[in-house]
């Protein structure tokens, strides 16, 4: 796809994730000596604010939930929690393979980190993926991890209930996640990680493509996009989310482009999703953070707007940590958890005694 481009989708088709392939193979940090071992369990996590969406989504939401090795040794312990979001068009499962979890949360610990819950909630969908965002078409995923998930897992573990022992972290379309949660929730969550978050803005219409356009309206239900490009499954799914329409079957989503004419409104509905604009509605809300930080691959498509987002956060005076490192889209994303992601939250987040 390389006409049929708008905003958050022309971001998406940036990032070097090899295509159409779902999963990437991302290399492994050295294992670390000594790392003692982790539990992770597969839970099942109904989501009331999911239930009743147009798109046919699962209200009931797959978790990995990654607990610390003194977890069953000491149980009166009680542990801050980080959420942690995956990007667009891979699940949970495919999440902690492209980030080497276990190894990573287990080198993590062994290398200082202090002991914390790592949460993994799994938020694909029909077309790959949910914007972590709240529309009556997809679902309100915004709503499952800021609420229904955080309450779930406090109901059910022995975690630290406050908004200082949590912490919320994303890569790609889970660091537009951790953004856009971030800025609306400061109430549940105490501190923000974002690795090479996608969609901070949107950018101008391409050149209209008719038959790209033909292709996305010849579907007749949902599912039928699964024989899509990975390309026209991302524009489905950003309008799924940010564009929904429930007078519109069969798809319930308003595109930004109609008989080859740009949408003007719905851009404009669009644009009204992307942190880089929020950021000014929200600046209040993120000085209630106790930490942020920001981080990208120098070969990564989405480096300027992740800058962008440092600039903003400066301009208002808010702290926020920002790096640059050597990699693109994914290729650091392994080492950066264990090394830089879960160390941050060791030193952000309220720990118990």
Not at 125 to 139: Q, R
Not at 145 to 170: E, F, N, P
Not at 286 to 300: F, T
């Amino acid at each position: 796809m390389t006409s049929f481009r708008v905003g958050a989708l022309a971001i998406a088709l940036a990032l070097s994730v090899g295509g159409a392939s779902a999963q990437v193979t991302t290399p492994a940090p050295a294992p670390v000596a000594g790392a003692k071992p982790v539990t992770i369990e597969r839970i099942t996590v109904h989501a009331p604010s999911i239930e009743g969406n147009l798109e046919g989504e699962s209200p009931d939401r797959a978790v990995l939930v990654v607990l610390p090795p003194s977890y069953r040794s000491s149980p009166t312990r009680r542990y801050p929690v980080v959420y942690a979001l995956h990007g667009y068009s891979i699940g949970a499962e495919q999440w902690i393979g492209e980030i080497h979890v276990p190894q990573t949360v287990e080198g993590a610990f062994a290398k200082g980190t202090r002991e914390m819950i790592v949460v993994l909630p799994d938020s694909k969908t029909v077309h790959n993926g949910s914007f972590y965002s709240s529309s009556v078409t997809v679902g309100d995923f915004e709503t499952f991890i800021a609420r229904d998930l955080v309450a779930y897992v406090d109901g059910h573990y022995r975690t630290i209930a406050d908004r200082r022992s949590r912490g919320l972290a994303g890569h790609s379309m889970g660091g537009y996640g951790t953004a856009r949660i971030g800025m609306k929730h400061p109430e549940t969550f105490g501190a923000l990680y974002m690795m090479s978050p996608c969609c901070l803005s949107t950018r101008a219409l391409g050149t209209p493509d008719a038959a790209n356009e033909a292709a996305l309206r010849s579907l007749r239900s949902p599912a039928d996009s699964a024989k899509l490009s990975w390309g026209l499954r991302a524009q489905l799914a950003t309008a799924a989310a940010w564009s929904p329409n429930p007078k519109a079957p069969p798809l319930f989503l308003d595109l930004p482009i109609k008989d080859g004419v740009p949408q003007s409104d719905v851009l404009a509905r669009w644009s009204a999703n992307a942190p880089l604009a929020m950021l000014d509605q929200y600046a209040g809300n993120l000085r209630r953070y106790a930490a942020i930080g920001i981080d990208v691959g120098d070969r990564d498509g989405l480096k300027d707007d992740a800058a962008k987002l440092h600039t903003g956060l400066d301009r208002y005076g808010i702290a926020n940590s920002f790096e640059i490192y050597p990699g693109d889209h994914t290729s650091g994303v392994a080492g950066r958890v264990q090394d830089r992601m879960l160390p941050f939250f060791s030193r952000a987040l309220v720990f118990g005694r």
